[in-house]
């Protein structure tokens, strides 16, 4: 079981997606939990206020320590292991390989295995993503965090949409959220081996546009070869 709970100021904006497909299915099947802390709640004042203008003077406004530290101290007085990530535009950019060291519990490792032995992940893994908005957080924020997630060189106006493309990358690699996987080893799908290649389906001819000769030829070592030199996808 794989548990995400997001700390966010917009819950409605992360929540339709997952109830949705995929990530919909993973929590029916009991694979995956997602749980949601409203940042709000701790806020300050009587306006509970979760930001402030920066020291030095800039445009915008920061996400104030306070709220977060007490929401993050929330959930992990509940479970310590819990690990915290931000998205943040700072962050290591995030790739399927780190996909499939977070699905497999991996991600926070901190040593490499001694010959032979190799750690089986542990069972269950709570991953805290705190989502920022308006223009950044104070600095002193990172001090309670594990892992920064970049999703590339571009700026979103928040975490939540950074928060859903992490979750959906690492829960579709659960083995049985597929569906269909006889193999519990993540390492078999982790490539993108079912989608480096082109892909068609019915029908063999569309406006003229045909399905390459030896898809249909039922010869498997022959189309393996196919897509092996069709594969696209980086390593
Ligand atoms: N928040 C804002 N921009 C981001 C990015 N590129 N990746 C992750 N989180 C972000």
């Known amino acids: ?26 929590t029916e ?8 802390v409203n940042l ?28 977060v530290f007490a ?11 819990a ?10 950019v995030w790739n ?3 996909a499939k060291r977070l699905a497999e519990g991996r991600l926070f490792a901190t040593a490499e295995p001694p010959q032979g032995e190799y750690p ?13 908005h308006y223009e950044g957080y104070d600095e002193r924020i990172i001090s309670i965090v594990d892992y920064k997630i970049s999703l590339g060189k571009y700026v979103l106006t928040g975490g939540e949409l950074a928060a859903l493309i992490i979750i959906d990358s690492v829960v579709r690699l659960i083995p049985g959220v597929l569906g269909g996987e ?21 029908p063999e001819n569309f406006r003229g546009m045909t399905v390459p000769e030896v898809l249909l030829s039922g010869n498997h070592g022959e189309i393996a070869k196919w897509r092996e030199r069709h594969s696209g996808l980086a390593k």
């Open 1 to 26: 079981m794989i548990k995400f709970t997001i700390i966010t100021l917009f819950r409605e904006a992360v929540e339709p997606y997952l109830k949705s497909s995929m990530m919909w299915k993973a």
């Open 29 to 36: 099947k009991g694979l995956a939990e997602f749980d949601f």
């Open 40 to 67: 709000r709640d701790f806020g300050l004042g009587p306006h509970k206020s979760v930001d402030d203008t920066p020291y030095g003077g800039g445009d915008g406004m920061l996400l104030r320590c306070e709220p």
């Open 71 to 81: 929401a993050v101290e929330s959930i992990k007085a509940k479970d310590p292991k």
């Open 83 to 92: 690990k915290v990530i931000l998205p943040t535009p700072v962050g290591e």
């Open 96 to 98: 399927q390989e780190k």
């Open 120 to 132: 089986q992940p542990a069972k269950d893994y709570h991953y805290i993503i705190l989502c920022p």
């Open 182 to 202: 006889q193999s519990a080893l993540i390492e078999s799908f982790s490539d993108g081996d079912n989608l480096e290649y082109p892909q068609y389906t019915r």
